[in-house]
């Protein structure tokens, strides 16, 4: 069953840690997305990729960043958690090309930063 | 600022109905269209994707899209508890970009 993993379901972290998402797929899908959902407010685009090694800002990346080494692996960093960062986050991966499928999401992480 | 608008909701249907959920989008360039289904602390799943004007049937979901009225809509016949959930209408954007709108809540009564 193809698929699109998040390492952590749940996770707490202090202020000012660094943090580090992963998501990894095995659809071999050119294309990762890192998203933000929050009450009232919606998914939220915060970076993606279309490649290995490269990475765009989407509409909120203040005190994000990333990092595509493997095709396979799209990793979120927080360089300096703050609480307004507490949320679920979503990771994604699409092929390009192949839009009728749309985006695979993973089971998101659902971060606290206390 | 190109947008996906939605009724927030919640939308109250009565088990055994049919449930009506609507969206509108900004960007008329857009070619494909779809709707996610979102459970509580859940992800998003896709489960309707539709390129063409007119119905696209799938089971007990039909999708719905005019394109000069810039206007999508999923209707879940034969509405079930197991229905109840977060509905995102999704557009995509030129550069394989999906853009979501906030959601409605459906809530289906027993």
């Known amino acids: 069953d193809v698929k699109v993993t998040q390492s952590s379901r749940y996770l707490v972290k202090r202020t000012g840690e660094k943090v580090f998402l992963e998501c990894v797929q095995d659809?071999?899908?050119?294309?990762m997305f890192w998203y933000r959902q929050d009450p009232g407010l919606g998914l939220r685009l915060i970076y993606f990729s279309y490649d290995v090694k490269m990475k765009e800002k989407g509409d909120i990346p203040e005190g994000y960043s990333v990092s595509r080494e493997k095709k396979e692996r799209f990793s979120l960093i927080l360089e300096s958690a703050s609480t307004n960062q507490t949320s679920m986050y979503l990771c994604a991966s699409s092929s390009p090309g192949q839009l009728y499928y749309g985006y695979t999401f993973g089971s998101g992480t659902r971060l606290t930063v206390v | 600022q190109k947008e996906v608008e939605q009724n927030s909701g919640p939308l109250s249907v009565p088990e055994g109905a049919i449930a009506s959920l609507n969206c509108t989008y900004s960007?008329?360039?857009?070619?494909?269209f779809f709707w996610y289904r979102q459970y509580s602390g859940k992800s998003p799943e896709l489960i309707m994707s539709i390129y063409s004007n007119g119905d696209k049937e799938d089971g007990r979901f039909t999708a719905q899209l005019n394109k000069a009225s810039q206007y999508v809509s999923l209707l879940i016949r034969d509405s079930q508890p197991s229905d109840s959930a977060t509905y995102l209408c999704?557009?995509?954007?030129?550069?394989?970009?999906?853009?979501f709108g906030k959601g409605t809540r459906l809530h289906i009564l027993p």
């Open positions: 659809m071999d899908h050119e294309n």
């Open positions: 999704a557009v995509n954007l030129r550069d394989d970009k999906i853009i």
């Open positions: 960007d008329r360039v857009s070619q494909s």
